[in-house]
């Protein structure tokens, strides 16, 4: 990869050539330390002069299957595309699956011929990697039973904004360990920062996952610890993140998950626990009263609609690194 990530001098000029090797986002794991450190860089350029890129995708079409209902993964995509010029397409597939009419190798070889980009929000993150294995055009996860790489991407994004050096903070996530948890971990992990998880017994991450983030946090210096105990994992962290108990597709065991995750939920007093400056995250959307109280939600330490907003301007990112194009710009921080 060419892209260069140290700090130039205003009148410096950079291009982006295309996405870290990697012809699809199907997990975190594609993309590596510098690709994951060139989607924070790009987004922070593309947030603070998005003149600039106004017609970077023009004449690229990109097509979204969803399988799962959406608000934010959807608009930020679309909004995303058009922005840069670019179209955008959207299939409900929440009646039925995605490869219920016809065998997934042929949609993606109908798909190629017809589009530059696949978004999928699916069940199976075997349909992601079924589909990225069929097409020749890149295929990106927007979230799947296992993995939400975008949203990961996205959080960090509103850390390095909220923090600037990831290295020296530390992420607590409290709850479920689902695909945002997951997602997280192999972010972190990439990033060299640190991230406690707790989760009740039963319900701790996928041990995969837990591997492979334990495993690159050996070449970066990540600290991952996974707890049982909320107030251990929030004690003097830098951020407190949690979601939803049940996710999408889990709602029968609602009622199970209710009498289990209270002591997981987070308050004011569990809040307290973390440092004075400590911020809220959430990937929404929330069950305000479950896994977070309004008086957390509301309060002025919450970076919940920061995230939103970044999940426009990391995906920006992506589609445009993804998609093999190329400008020249001014080189600034984001935050001159």
Not at 292 to 300: G, H, Q, R, Y
Request: glycine share 6%; with cysteine.
């Amino acid at each position: 990869m060419n892209h260069q990530l140290q700090t130039k001098p205003p009148e410096a000029t950079e291009t982006f050539p295309g996405l870290f090797r990697c012809p699809d986002l199907i997990s975190t794991r594609d993309l590596g330390p510098r690709g994951v450190e060139a989607v924070l860089h790009l987004a922070g350029l593309m947030k603070s002069r998005p003149s600039v890129f106004q017609r970077a995708l023009a004449g690229r079409q990109m097509v979204m299957f969803f399988e799962k209902p959406s608000l934010r993964t959807r608009l930020t995509f679309e909004a995303g595309m058009t922005s840069l010029g670019g179209a955008a397409m959207f299939v409900d597939q929440t009646k039925a699956r995605l490869d219920a009419r016809e065998t997934l190798s042929d949609i993606a070889h109908n798909l190629e011929r017809w589009v530059d980009v696949i978004v999928l929000r699916t069940f199976a993150q075997e349909t992601i990697v079924g589909m990225a294995q069929y097409a020749s055009v890149p295929v990106i996860n927007a979230l799947s039973d296992l993995e939400h790489p975008c949203q990961a991407l996205a959080d960090y994004f509103t850390l390095q904004e909220r923090f600037c050096d990831l290295k020296k903070i530390c992420l607590a996530y409290v709850g479920d360990g689902n695909n945002v948890a997951h997602s997280l971990l192999l972010t972190c992990a990439f990033l060299g920062s640190s991230i406690r998880v707790a989760t009740p017994a039963g319900y701790a991450p996928n041990a995969q996952i837990v591997a492979d983030a334990l495993e690159i946090s050996k070449l970066t210096g990540a600290h991952i610890e996974l707890l049982t105990e909320p107030h251990a994992a929030v004690a003097g962290v830098d951020a407190v993140y949690t979601d939803a108990w049940a996710s999408m597709g889990q709602e029968e065991e609602g009622e199970k998950r209710a009498q289990i995750f209270p002591p997981y939920q987070v308050n004011r007093k569990l809040i307290a626990h973390a440092a004075p400056h400590a911020v809220f995250m959430h990937c929404l959307p929330a069950h305000r009263g479950q896994e977070v109280t309004d008086e957390v939600m509301d309060s002025d330490n919450s970076v919940i609609f920061d995230q939103a907003e970044n999940r426009l301007h990391v995906q920006k990112a992506i589609l445009y690194l993804l998609l093999g194009s190329s400008v020249r710009l001014p080189v600034r921080s984001p935050h001159a």
